[in-house]
C-alpha cells in the first residue's frame, strides 16, 4: 500500500517562497507520472504541476514561472519550489501519481496534504 506524506506547508507573505515536499512509502515512484494538485476551500482539487518519469514538466497557467516541481528518485520525493506567492495561492496541497495519457487519473490513496497560507 503506498502512503504519501506532504509536508513543507505553512504561513508566508505574499511574495514569499515555500518548498513543499512529498514523500512516497510503499511502491517505488520512479516510473511513475507524478503531480502536485491544490484544493482552496469551497473549491475543486486542481492539479498545477506535472513531471513525468523523463523528468519533462508542465504546469498550470495560474503557476507558470513561479512554481518548479522536481524529484529526486533516489529518496522517492518529489518538491515544489513555490515562488512570489500570493493570496490567491492559499490552499491545501497535495500530491499523486497520476495516468500518462488523458484523462488524467489519480492512482494512490490521497495523502492528508499541506496547508500553505499567503496573507499579510
Known amino acids: 500500500q503506498v502512503r504519501l506524506a506532504e509536508s513543507g506547508g505553512g504561513l508566508v507573505q505574499p511574495g514569499g517562497s515555500l518548498r513543499l515536499s512529498c514523500a512516497a512509502s510503499g511502491r517505488i515512484f520512479s516510473g511513475y507520472t507524478m503531480g502536485w494538485y491544490r484544493q482552496a476551500p469551497g473549491k475543486q482539487r486542481d492539479l498545477v504541476a506535472r513531471?513525468?518519469?523523463?523528468?519533462?514538466?508542465n504546469y498550470a497557467d495560474s503557476v507558470k514561472g513561479r512554481f518548479t516541481i522536481s524529484r529526486d528518485n533516489a529518496k522517492n520525493t518529489m518538491y515544489l519550489q513555490m515562488n512570489s506567492l500570493k493570496p490567491e495561492d492559499t490552499a491545501v496541497y497535495y500530491c499523486?501519481?497520476?495516468?500518462?495519457?488523458?484523462?488524467?487519473?489519480?492512482?494512490?490513496?490521497w495523502g492528508q496534504g499541506t496547508q500553505v497560507t499567503v496573507s499579510s
Open positions: 499523486n501519481a497520476l495516468t500518462a495519457g488523458a484523462p488524467t487519473v489519480v492512482l494512490w490513496n
Open positions: 513531471i513525468i518519469p523523463g523528468g519533462s514538466t
